[in-house]
């Protein structure tokens, strides 16, 4: 018997043959299955799934990532939040395969804001990873952002993309939250922009601010339409409908966004890219890293110098992180213990911290001590407390 013909080409674009029965008109687009020229989601931590700091931070009142990984809430004396982690259990986003989600509560209102308040939530992006976008060339692609969002306000909101490395140019597209307290699936398209190019390197290239509430110096202009512009503050978010600051009772959440190359709608939208939680962790840890403290838990070890005060201790990080670390150190005196010997000796802060050249892996903490019970040029190790930790930020 006579193999039959393998057809190659229609395999690639999803077509399905005359010869059997189909229209060999499918497109990978068609079917939501278009090749991506990434292989990992533009988005990193895109399904809430990592919330190294907290799952919830309460009494928030300005600029940081408090909660989930990645994610920066920007706010300028526009009241009080509680930001969390969200455990989804039911509705459409959990239907599509999200468990977890970004959650801002107002806890104190700000009926009238003044003119220069904001708050909005931001995703930075590396130059390095926008590549792809082609912008500033003749080839420029659009940008395709798509999320599921819920609220208890109703109406147009506004998302800002903003080109860090050319002068903040930036556009605005809108969505519509058409149901109180129920998710929906939105998408924003944003136009190719054959002007200034992303830097391709690990600075901040592009914010995408999704605006919930503003004074009146982000409300004075015309949007633009998804259109690039030049700066101008008061297009950020005009027409905005959403005004989470104003009362008490006001929420908004966010899961499952995506970055996709090019123009999709809701019938050609490519598949959100769920990755493991391992994988999406690894990712998260390039930019902020915690080393949580428990009985009998070492961070390193090292050795004593300098008058029996200062410990030096080598620390290796997991991943590379995206520029050398700053790190800090929770709580005060005793927050963690130098172990010589039998002996303890209270930690009272980082004095500074070493790096190799990049990828900045490997770190020499200098720890002050009070220097009551070590031993100049001993051989040491470092416990954190159960309540303690240290952490090192390498955030856009």
């Known amino acids: 018997m006579a193999l039959s013909k393998i057809d190659v080409a229609n395999m690639l674009t999803g077509a399905t043959p005359v010869a059997n029965g189909g229209t060999a008109a499918t497109t990978f687009a068609a079917a939501g299955l278009s090749k991506r020229p990434n292989a990992k989601p533009l988005i990193i931590n895109g399904d809430m799934a990592v919330a190294q700091r907290s799952t919830s931070a309460t009494s928030i009142t300005g600029n940081g990532v408090n909660s989930i990984d990645r994610m920066y809430w920007a706010i300028n004396s526009i009241g009080t939040y509680t930001c969390a982690q969200e455990s ?90 058409s149901s109180a307290d129920t998710w929906e699936h939105k998408i924003v398209v944003i136009n190719a922009d054959t002007t200034g190019a992303f830097g391709d390197d690990n600075g901040k290239s592009l914010n995408i601010n999704w605006w919930l509430d503003s004074g009146d110096n982000f409300t004075g202009v015309a949007e633009g339409d998804a259109a690039w512009l030049a700066d101008d503050a008061d297009r950020a978010n005009n027409d905005g409908a959403l005004q989470i600051a104003r009362n008490t009772a006001n929420d908004w959440a966010i899961t499952g966004v995506q970055l996709e190359v090019g123009e999709y709608t809701s019938s050609t939208l490519p598949p959100f890219q769920h990755e493991t939680f391992g994988d999406n962790l690894q990712r998260c840890l390039r930019y902020y890293y915690r080393n949580n403290g428990r009985s009998g838990f070492g961070a390193g070890t090292g050795f004593v110098q300098d008058g029996a005060v200062k410990a030096y201790i080598y620390h290796t990080m997991p991943v590379a992180p995206r520029t050398e670390m700053s790190f800090s150190l929770s709580g005060t005196s005793s927050a963690i213990l130098s172990i010589d010997g039998n002996a303890g000796d209270d930690v009272q802060s980082i004095g500074g911290t070493f790096a190799d050249s990049f990828p900045f892996k490997d770190y020499e903490f200098n720890f002050v001590t009070d220097g009551s019970s070590i031993t100049d040029k001993a051989g040491m190790g470092i416990r954190i407390n159960a309540s303690n930790y240290i952490e090192g930020d390498a955030e856009l």
């Open 88 to 177: 989804l259990t039911s509705g459409p986003a959990f239907e599509a395969g999200f468990a977890n989600a970004m959650r801002i509560d107002t806890t104190s209102a700000d009926a009238s804001p003044a003119s220069a308040d904001y708050l909005y939530l931001q995703y930075n992006m590396e130059g390095q990873d926008l590549q792809l976008f082609k912008k500033g060339t003749s080839s420029a692609e659009k940008f395709t952002l798509a999320f599921w969002v819920k609220s208890n306000k109703t109406g147009q909101a506004n998302v800002e993309f903003k080109d860090k490395d050319n002068s903040n140019r930036h556009a605005i597209g809108s969505y519509t939250i």
